[in-house]
């Protein structure tokens, strides 16, 4: 399995996007991370994520094309919406990156 | 009366960051071989990969751990006789194992899978067959001899 990436292309050059612990880091750090999980919604979550997101591949991409591929990406995706995916994306770190013990578990719903 | 379950009580749990998460697990998947850029700048989904890794690594060193205990046993064992203080003259200790766990168990199943394959026996197996046959027609050829040569002594 490989980590999950957003993937497009944009003025004839590949982009794939991916978070990494270093970069979840990061956002942590500046705050955006625990204003997400406490339910908070700042205006410039979404763009700030996926300004992130070229951190792990495309780290030499300045601010300034970030922000103008920001804006020319479609909103509707047949995968959810951008926040959504950026969101799964970074879940999945969490998730990968959490020791598991060895006991099976299940759910059983009635 | 106080809840044994603890639910009433204020909680112990440390609720971490991201951040302070990341930073504890670091020396965690370090001691399992995973490089530091790997772990802040790499693939994380190879993380379960190294995870699993070490914990084979634990069970060959455990194994290893455990078959020196075996040998170790069976030294002590072979040397019991001569290690009790009325243990009487002459007494000589039993020999240690000739060769490693195992080894003989592997050389007989090579030397079986070598010697026949499928053909050769098939063809064993066709002469056994054809060898019962004979002994069968020989010894009802010797029934029917005799047989014949009693009847044959009556009607006279």
């Known amino acids: 399995m490989t980590q999950t990436t957003m993937d497009f292309e944009y003025n004839g050059k590949e982009y794939s996007l991916a978070y990494t612990i270093n970069v979840l880091k990061r956002l942590d750090k500046s705050g ?12 410039t979550m979404t763009e700030d994520l996926f300004a992130a997101a070229f951190e792990a591949n495309h780290s030499n991409v300045s601010n300034r094309i970030r922000e103008e591929i920001f804006r020319e990406l479609e909103d509707v995706s047949e995968d959810g919406s951008l926040l959504e995916c950026l969101l799964e994306m970074i ?8 020791p598991k013990g060895n006991a099976k578990w299940r759910m059983s719903r009635g | 009366m106080e809840d044994e379950s603890g639910l009433d009580s204020p909680s112990n749990v440390k ?7 990341a930073d504890e697990l670091c020396p965690y998947y370090m001691s399992m071989g995973v490089p530091y850029n790997e772990y802040w700048h790499g693939d994380y989904t190879q993380l379960k990969f190294y995870t699993e890794a070490y914990r084979l690594q634990l069970e060959h060193e455990n194994y290893s751990a455990w078959l020196q205990g075996a040998y170790v046993y069976e030294a002590v ?23 490693a766990y195992g080894m003989k168990a ?7 899978t070598e010697a ?3 053909k050769e026996i098939q063809e064993i197996q066709a002469l056994n067959a054809s060898a019962k046959f004979a002994s069968f027609m020989t010894q009802w050829n010797k029934r029917f001899e005799s047989e014949g040569g009693g009847a044959s002594g009556t009607d006279d």
Do not use: Q, W
């Not at chain 2, 609720?15 to 998460?21: D, I, S, W």
């Not at chain 2, 592997?106 to 079986?112: C, L, P, Q, S, W």
């Open chain 1, 91 to 98: 879940n999945e770190v969490r998730e990968e990156m959490s």
């Open chain 2, 77 to 99: 064992c072979a040397v019991s006789p001569i290690l009790h203080a009325f243990a009487k003259s002459g007494t000589r200790p039993l020999p240690y194992l000739k060769e």
């Open chain 2, 106 to 112: 592997d050389k007989t199943n090579a030397g079986a």
């Open chain 2, 116 to 118: 026949k394959t499928e």
């Open chain 1, 32 to 43: 955006l991370l625990a204003a997400i999980a406490n339910g908070e919604r700042p205006l």
């Open chain 2, 15 to 21: 609720l971490l960051t991201f951040a302070e998460m």
